[in-house]
């Protein structure tokens, strides 16, 4: 089961930040949180992963909550190639491994 | 562009045939994965491979078979598939598949597959 809940579906106006939530209250402590986008029928593209402090890079910032039992991902000026399906996981660590946890994810329209 | 490439990127095959999924990564990595996903469903994990060794296999019909010659390419071999099986297989990898440390996995096109 997935150790993430995302809103099904969100819209964003162009120009506009979209801000994406993303709750995971049972999360351990060294697990990490990754996004990653999916466009139509294209493989998961890699956006931006935390543990515990703010991150941010040249696609997205991550807002991860003190208590790391929810985070959010901004897309500071969202244009329609940001349209896609938006994965927040749970790296969940086992054996010495790890596994992705892939939920449902949030489907980002961002409108004209 | 990820560095992970996909061939075929479609393929169509009746339940009879043999086909297999190619998979290659320009990035130095040393694990690779399959995952498949069905239509409104999740991604699932299905094959792992670290420095060239299987470590996992979730439960995957035999009907599937991988292979990992090097640690730059992964295949999936197919034969006897079912019309269930028709999804989007998608092939990744990472430095290493290993629980310390924030390891990245990187994800090729995916190959649309349709058995009929």
């Known amino acids: 089961d997935a150790k993430t809940t995302q809103p099904t579906s969100m819209d964003c106006a162009e120009g506009r930040a979209a801000n994406l939530p993303c709750n995971h209250s049972?999360?351990?402590?060294?697990?990490?949180v990754y996004w990653y986008r999916q466009i139509h029928s294209q493989g998961p593209q890699y956006i931006i992963h935390?543990?515990?402090n703010n991150e941010t890079n040249e696609m997205a910032s991550l807002i991860i909550t003190e208590d790391r039992k929810s985070s959010t991902l901004i897309l500071p000026h969202a244009t329609l190639r940001d349209t896609a399906v938006y994965y927040c996981i749970v790296r969940v660590s086992a054996s010495g491994t790890y596994k992705y946890i892939f939920g449902t994810g949030t489907r980002l329209k961002v409108l004209a | 562009e990820t560095g992970v490439t996909q061939t075929p990127r479609h393929l169509v095959m009746g339940m009879t045939n043999k086909k297999s999924l190619k998979c290659e990564q320009h990035?130095?990595?040393?694990?690779m994965y399959w995952y498949k996903q069905s239509a409104k469903k999740p991604l699932e994990l299905m094959f792992v491979y670290n420095f060239k060794e299987q470590t996992e296999n979730n439960s995957v019909p035999s009907r599937f078979s991988p292979e990992c010659p090097n640690s730059s390419h992964l295949f999936l071999h197919l034969h006897t598939l079912q019309p269930e099986d028709s999804a989007l297989y998608l092939c990744?990898?990472?430095?290493?598949?290993?629980?310390?440390?924030?390891?990245?996995?990187?994800f090729g096109p995916g190959t649309r597959l349709t058995v009929l």
């Open positions: 049972t999360i351990s402590g060294n697990e990490y």
């Open positions: 990035l130095g990595h040393n694990a």
């Open positions: 935390g543990l515990k």
């Open positions: 990744a990898s990472s430095l290493a598949h290993l629980a310390g440390g924030s390891d990245t996995q990187y």
